[in-house]
């Protein structure tokens, strides 16, 4: 079956601008989670969604948001990009909530803010 | 504050050496415990969970971890590296509330053949 599809893969971004990244979870997980990976920090939770609903919020600004489509689909917008956001962000899906054993990973949009 | 601690940044290892690979963590309760791994351009990869039941866990590729409550500690072994195992290792802690997940910052591992 087809896995966690992020888009784009790639992207390059001015400070100040802003930014939609895309995640499509596998065919029949609703739960999706969205990470920032730096290789200072590590993975940081930033959000996840469960039918529509944001579920749970990590410690980020707000200018890090997103949302959840009826189809499981989710997207994750920055605004106001700053060079610190340079980061891969990874979204990662589930059957449910409680689901852990089976969190998926995508492959990750690359962030690059100049 | 609360966090998941792995010790080694950076490690580097001859083929057939042993490994283990800290991992401690400083949540109370309920805790669920994972490694990952990340082999160069590809995504995180599940490698063994802790859930509950017999500490000492098995997962792919001849991985095992050994969950001390005591020590807060989920320490990943393998007796024998092979090249291929050249990759990223993220600790990770779920608390059972959510999919929520708190990881290590991760521990690069080099096998030279």
């Known amino acids: 079956k087809a896995g966690v599809t992020q888009t784009p893969r790639y992207l390059i971004k001015t400070r100040g601008q802003q930014v939609t990244l895309s995640c499509s979870p596998i065919?029949?997980?609703?739960?999706v989670s969205w990470y920032q990976q730096t290789p200072g920090q590590g993975l940081q939770f930033l959000f996840e969604?469960?039918?529509?609903?944001?579920?749970n919020k990590g410690n980020f600004p707000g200018r890090f948001s997103g949302r959840q489509f009826s189809n499981s689909r989710s997207e994750m917008n920055v605004s106001t990009l700053e060079l610190g956001d340079s980061a891969l962000y990874l979204c990662?899906?589930?059957?449910?909530?409680?689901?852990?054993?089976?969190?998926?990973f995508g492959s990750g949009t690359r962030l690059t803010v100049v | 504050a609360q966090s998941v601690s792995q010790h080694n940044h950076h490690v580097i290892l001859s083929e057939a050496a042993s490994l283990e690979l800290g991992c401690n963590y400083s949540?109370?309760?309920?805790?669920?415990l994972f490694w990952y791994v990340q082999y160069p351009g590809q995504h995180l990869q599940l490698l063994l969970k802790?859930?509950?039941?017999?500490?000492l866990v098995k997962g792919i590729k001849g991985f095992e971890a050994e969950f001390i409550k005591s020590k807060f500690s989920f320490n990943l072994r393998k007796p024998s590296v092979q090249w291929s195992d050249t990759a990223e290792y993220f600790c990770?802690?779920?608390?059972?509330?959510?999919?929520?997940?708190?990881f290590g910052t991760g521990t690069s591992l080099t096998v030279i053949p």
């Open positions: 802790y859930f509950s039941g017999d500490p």
């Open positions: 990770a802690v779920n608390l059972g509330t959510g999919n929520q997940f708190y």
């Open positions: 969604y469960f039918s529509e609903t944001q579920r």
């Open positions: 949540y109370g309760g309920t805790v669920n």
């Open positions: 065919s029949g997980h609703r739960s």
């Open positions: 990662a899906s589930s059957t449910s909530r409680g689901d852990i054993a089976g969190y998926t």
